[in-house]
């Protein structure tokens, strides 16, 4: 049997390798020995990327999750980490849109809109279908954030607007 480093004893997550890391998510879901709350940092540490390299190989380690795993660590994460997280899912189901969707910003956040379209853009860049399907049913679920529909509608009025700009500017960058 290896030893042990000193420092995998006292940071057991932090020292792992982001294969570990998520081995170690993995295990904790399917024993359910932490509550979803307790595996936000944890999810913010994995996610946590020094760049587009890092989200590559989270990509690729997701896509070999099980779809029901995915969907617990959307549920786990914040607001903050959804959009990164749902644009590593390499094939996004409706019911993972709808979770990210109904994450809504912290009471404290100063820029609530800007963090909600944040997760709405993650979703569109999937699949115009998948934002249009996954809101609507959200729309019509009970438990519905009460700042969905406003958000919904402000970003259906902003993607309307940079299609309008695009057609009148074609060689322009949005």
Not at 121 to 147: K, N
């Amino acid at each position: 049997m290896k030893k042990r480093k000193w420092y995998e004893k006292y940071l057991p997550f932090v020292a792992r390798s982001p294969e570990m890391q998520l081995h170690w998510m993995e295990s904790v879901f399917r024993k359910g020995s932490l509550a979803s709350h307790e595996i936000t940092p944890y999810i913010k540490l994995f996610m946590a990327s020094d760049g587009e390299g890092d989200l590559t190989l989270v990509r690729g380690l997701l896509h070999s999750l099980d779809a029901s795993l995915i969907e617990q660590m959307l549920v786990a994460a914040d607001i903050y980490d959804a959009p990164d997280l749902f644009r590593c899912i390499a094939e996004p189901e409706v019911s993972q849109a709808v979770i990210a969707l109904t994450k809504a910003p912290p009471p404290y956040e100063k820029n609530p809109q800007l963090v909600i379209a944040k997760v709405f853009q993650a979703v569109y860049d999937c699949s115009e279908e998948l934002l249009t399907q996954a809101a609507g049913m959200v729309a019509e679920s009970a438990a519905r954030p009460g700042h969905f529909q406003e958000a919904y509608e402000r970003f259906k009025e902003i993607k309307e607007d940079e299609k309008l700009l695009s057609a009148l500017y074609p060689k322009a960058i949005l």
